[in-house]
């Protein structure tokens, strides 16, 4: 019973401070997929047209893999570059290395290949930091929950006794109370943000 009530308590606190959030759609893997697989193509000697086609083949997401019809239709690169912009992470930087490459030619694999560096790089940090968010949140959660369990498992008759004694273990008990409300307050907030 009291095992139940302690883990109903923690999954309430997480549901609350946002532990469960749908999956994003957009994941910052397929970017980085995108920009491999535009390097790998280019430098196999296709042009940038049919290396965008076949790239955004490859991706999993379905908003990039839309481009690719749009790339074999004939459409010009820069409106390739205005749909590829939209991406959340390295949008600006693709649809940027896009036109520049339509205008000047020339050798543009390295480019991609620089973008598919630091488009890995962020991935990674992207993916720490929601491991580190996610071990703050669950702490936060953790010390949260200590003063609702301790108050639960004893604490009432603590408090009780201190209330039944008068004067000053009735003041002691409301401030005590008091600081145990206001800190669980602040855990939550905390572990909200």
Not at 64 to 75: K, T
């Amino acid at each position: 019973m009291l095992v139940s009530l302690a883990v109903a308590t923690v999954v309430l606190l997480w549901n609350g401070a946002g532990g469960l959030r749908p999956r994003q759609v957009h994941r910052p893997v397929d970017e980085v997929q995108l920009l491999s697989a535009i390097h790998a193509e280019l430098r196999a000697g296709a042009s940038l047209r049919l290396a965008l086609a076949n790239a955004t083949r490859s991706v999993d997401d379905p908003a990039i893999r839309d481009v690719s019809h749009i790339a074999l239709s004939g459409a010009p690169v820069a409106d390739l570059a205005h749909h590829l912009g939209r991406l959340p992470s390295n949008g600006v930087r693709l649809a940027a290395a896009l036109r520049m490459a339509e205008q000047v030619g020339g050798r543009s694999a390295d480019t991609f290949a620089r973008l598919t560096d630091r488009a890995i790089e962020e991935a990674d940090l992207a993916r720490e930091k929601r491991a580190l968010t996610t071990q703050a949140r669950l702490s936060a959660v953790i010390v949260g929950c200590l003063p609702v369990l301790w108050f639960l498992f004893g604490g009432v008759e603590r408090v009780g006794g201190l209330v039944a004694a008068g004067g000053p273990g009735l003041a002691v008990a409301v401030v005590g109370v008091a600081m145990e409300i206001t800190g669980g307050v602040l855990v939550w907030r905390l572990a909200a943000t």
